[in-house]
T-cell receptor
Framework: ETGVTQTPRHLVMGMTNKKSLKCEQH?????MYWYKQSAKKPLELMFV???????ENNSVPSRFSPECPNSSHLFLHLHTLQPEDSALYLC??????????????FGSGTRLTVV | QKEVEQNSGPLSVPEGAIASLNCTYS??????FFWYRQYSGKSPELIMS????GDKEDGRFTAQLNKASQYVSLLIRDSQPSDSATYLC??????????FGPGTSLSVIP
């Protein structure tokens, strides 16, 4: 059982829907991340939060909107997505931003399908 | 030039053999290096980290780092079918970003 919990595990949404992905970490980490994993492509960093402050937005389209209300919770709000946004969305946390020598702990991911 | 490169595989090895996974990176100032294992349909799991030149051993896993050659590898001794997964190399660059490689698919044949 991972210390990072993501919900839902699977999500199918239409292009006009609005949905949210949720991530919760129980590790006392100070940094949280959203990553996108598409088939045949490396993990793509989307957003970084350190101590609840967004420190990086990696040129992500505005149809993805992150929210970090506290150091344990992270959300990704989705609206008017495109079929090419279908992917596995992974939340991760680390002791500190940049992961230093400790690496990331990943959640189980949300498999998103946009129809 | 891609920042972190790995052979996509699939790499197939017989059970009991040594599996050798390779990774090269472009940022010479990179300081921290990680190997993650990702089973099909699951999320990545950190298995090794290394930040000094040389070898680091943990059970059946050995990470090797050569900063002069900008090369990091992962050796898996006595490979088991349960080691079949995709292995992701990640590099913390000098500009404080963690970049993942595309991963190498490993298949251990019983």
């Amino acid at each position: 059982e991972t210390g990072v919990t993501q919900t839902p595990r699977h999500l199918v949404m239409g292009m006009t829907n609005k949905k949210s992905l949720k991530c919760e970490q129980h590790l006392g980490h100070n940094a949280m991340y959203w990553y996108k994993q598409s088939a045949k492509k490396p993990l793509e960093l989307m957003f970084v939060y350190s101590l609840e402050e967004r420190v990086e937005n990696n040129s992500v389209p505005s149809r993805f909107s992150p929210e970090c209300p506290n150091s344990s919770h992270l959300f990704l709000h989705l609206h008017t997505l495109q079929p090419e946004d279908s992917a596995l969305y992974l939340c991760a946390s680390s002791q500190d931003e940049g992961a230093a020598n400790y690496g990331y702990t990943f959640g189980s991911g949300t498999r998103l399908t946009v129809v | 030039q891609k920042e972190v490169e790995q052979n996509s595989g699939p790499l197939s090895v017989p059970e009991g053999a040594i599996a050798s996974l390779n990774c090269t990176y472009s940022d010479r100032g990179s300081q921290s290096f990680f190997w993650y294992r990702q089973y099909s349909g699951k999320s990545p799991e950190l298995i090794m980290s290394i930040y000094s030149n040389g070898d680091k051993e943990d059970g059946r896993f050995t990470a090797q780092l050569n900063k002069a050659s900008q090369y990091v590898s992962l050796l898996i001794r006595d490979s088991q079918p349960s080691d079949s997964a995709t292995y992701l190399c990640a590099v913390r660059t000098s500009y404080d970003k963690v970049i993942f490689g595309p991963g190498t698919s490993l298949s251990v044949i019983p």
